[in-house]
């Protein structure tokens, strides 16, 4: 008997302990039917509004009327979904004051409001999230080019520096080495001359140094006759004295400074000047130059509609550029196509032929975005360098078909981007409503549509080599495009 026990306790305690690890933590959600101790819950029923344990869980499971509950992962917010007015389960959602309500509150308080089921909602919600996973994946890929391509500039711009540097240090050597063979030439030079001048001085001072001690042995022989008290004495030896010999240097040589040397200093100082100069001109110009070596750094794209607005652009259109199809109003920010001719003058920057395009007045650089509201059947939104083909029916002439312009085509509800007479359909969101982004010297061009969400359309990444001009092309009457007031 006492082994049977002990049989049976050992089967009760390997069968307790999974039981204990199945218990509900603190961390963890309860079992809302577990009686005692709660074991862990493995689901949540949003119809129930309860926690279910793995046992508990089978009635959902196997009953044939609760297999149509909604089961989700355990959750400690399912009292969230009652309705505290009400007191029932939240299933609609009102859209006039964008919150989950119960089926009573949208009968009552929010009589009259636009609502919906809160699925219809999610499922709408779940697809602009799916819009704006996409935007942010397509950026991602976008960034992580970026980074490789830094990666490769980075190494470019150390192995250009690195050239630079030794370049320049062998120049500058060089100009130093030059430099310290001039002063050695010059020194050499003072050098020389100071010998022949010492020279020339030295045998003019013995000459001078010989005269005056023969001008002093006169000087005492005439002091001699003069002091002789004699008359007839003094008239006898007068004749007798030998005449006083010329000068053998001038006054000016005594007197004239010796300034060879200074003028050479000054000769070097003017070429120091110069030198300064020079290398003062250079330096702000090598200055600008390496300041102007730069790697590009793109700045963030915006995001929300108001961080586009920032960069807003006021376009006008160009009535010399407009094709003879087209009529503009609204101060030439709307154009229309038309079946009569306007009658335009003729002009060399109009489009002719069959092409209803027309460009806009104003250039555009640096970082800018504007918007066109777009109406009818085909309208394109474009942007182009302005040595576009403007005559006759070439294709040349149409947007997105040629290197030289870009162009986002709206059909009714569907779009599709040219460029080079390559085209590439374009999904997103239908809206009247087009915003164009344009960064210049990051060359990035992007199309969006515009409503509650900047829903990104077509980006291009390249480089522009000259300003662009935004456009439109206008085709079939009724057609319509307007540029819009953003300030």
Not at 162 to 182: H, N
Not at 227 to 246: A, C, I, K, R
Request: hydrophobic share 30%; with cysteine; proline share 3%.
């Amino acid at each position: 008997m006492l082994a049977d026990l002990l049989e049976e306790l050992k089967k009760t305690g390997l069968q307790a302990a999974p039981a204990d690890h199945c218990s509900a933590g603190p961390e963890d959600v309860a079992c809302d039917v577990c009686t005692g101790r709660k074991l862990k819950a493995l689901k949540s029923c949003l119809n129930c509004l309860a926690s279910y344990c793995e046992k508990h869980l089978q009635h959902h499971l196997q009953s044939a009327a609760l297999k149509k509950h909604k089961l989700v992962e355990p959750s400690e917010k399912l009292q969230e979904n009652i309705c505290s007015r009400q007191d029932e389960v939240i299933k609609m959602f009102c859209c006039t004051d964008q919150q989950c309500i119960c089926y009573l509150c949208s009968v009552e308080e929010h009589k009259g409001h636009d609502t919906v089921s809160a699925a219809a909602e999610r499922t709408e919600r779940q697809r602009e999230l799916g819009l704006r996973r996409q935007t942010i994946q397509q950026r991602v890929q976008d960034t992580e080019k970026d980074v490789k391509l830094l990666q490769q500039e980075e190494e470019a711009v150390n192995g250009s520096a690195d050239k630079a540097v030794e370049d320049s240090e062998e120049i500058f050597t060089e100009l130093i080495r030059l430099l310290e063979k001039r002063s050695s030439d010059v020194k050499q030079q003072i050098r020389s001359q100071q010998e022949t001048e010492v020279s020339r001085v030295r045998e003019l001072q013995e000459r001078l140094e010989q005269e005056i001690t023969e001008l002093k042995r006169k000087d005492q022989e005439l002091k001699q006759l003069s002091d002789t008290e004699d008359h007839n004495q003094f008239l006898h030896n007068y004749p007798s004295l030998s005449p006083l010999s010329g000068s053998t240097h001038s006054s000016s040589t005594r007197i004239r400074p010796l300034r060879n040397f200074e003028d050479v200093t000054a000769a070097v100082s003017q070429v120091e000047w110069q030198l300064q100069d020079i290398l003062s001109e250079t330096e702000t110009e090598i200055l600008q130059i390496v300041s102007q070596v730069d790697v590009l750094l793109r700045e963030p794209e915006p995001e929300t509609r108001a961080d586009f607005l920032k960069y807003s652009q006021e376009i006008t259109l160009d009535p010399n550029t407009a094709n003879k199809y087209l009529l503009l109003s609204e101060g030439n920010r709307k154009v229309a196509c038309m079946i009569e001719d306007q009658s335009y003058s003729d002009h060399p920057d109009r489009f002719t032929g069959w092409w209803p395009r027309v460009l806009s007045r104003e250039s555009l650089t640096g970082r800018c975005y504007w918007e066109v509201e777009v109406g009818g059947r085909e309208v394109q939104v474009a942007v182009t360098y302005k040595n576009i083909s403007r005559a006759g029916d070439s294709n040349e002439s149409g947007f997105g078909h040629n290197d030289k312009s870009w162009s986002l085509g709206c059909y009714g509800n569907i779009y599709d981007f040219c460029y080079n007479t390559i085209w590439s359909q374009v999904f997103g969101p239908v809206s009247s409503r087009i915003g164009v982004y344009l960064d210049h010297r990051a060359g990035v061009l992007s199309f969006y549509s515009v409503s509650d969400y900047m829903t990104l359309l077509h980006r291009v990444q390249t480089t522009f080599t000259q300003p662009l001009y935004a456009g439109v092309g206008v085709h079939r009457s009724g057609s319509r495009a307007e540029f819009c007031k953003l300030k």
